[in-house]
Nanobody, 125 residues
Framework: QVHLVESGGGLVQAGGTLRPSCAAS????????MGWFRHAPGKEREFVSA????????YYEDSVKGRFTVSRDNAKKTMYLQMTSLKPEDTAVYYC??????????????????WGQGTQVTVSS
């Protein structure tokens, strides 16, 4: 069993910066990919970013490219999402997820085995 806990969300003005994190605990040794998704009211959960845990390859949804940076600290078993130049449309609950299956399509929710509880990110105009 793997537990994922997000933190670091909050309320920020448009153009501001937040850096939520996702700490993993439990049986995390076989992690292949960790990703970030977000869920805004009235919309389906959508892919934001992901990283291959060992190789460090990163992936981004088009709307956040150049603004968000995903990273990970292997020793701390923690993934981060550096979000800069935030826009009101970035407002959502941000969830982290972990996949232990390998060979996945990182943008698919179905690819992930474990999910965190989410952290609220609100960007004001």
């Amino acid at each position: 069993q793997v537990h994922l806990v997000e933190s670091g969300g909050g309320l920020v003005q448009a153009g501001g910066t937040l850096r939520p994190s996702c700490a993993a605990s439990g049986r995390t040794g076989s992690t292949y990919t960790m990703g970030w998704f977000r869920h805004a009211p009235g919309k389906e959960r959508e892919f934001v970013s992901a990283t291959n845990w060992i190789g460090g390859i990163t992936y981004y949804e088009d709307s956040v490219k150049g603004r968000f940076t995903v990273s990970r600290d292997n020793a701390k078993k923690t993934m981060y999402l550096q979000m800069t130049s935030l826009k009101p449309e970035d407002t959502a609950v941000y969830y982290c997820a972990a996949s232990y299956r390998g060979g996945i399509y990182v943008a698919s929710e179905r690819a992930y085995d474990y999910w965190g509880q989410g952290t609220q990110v609100t960007v004001s105009s």
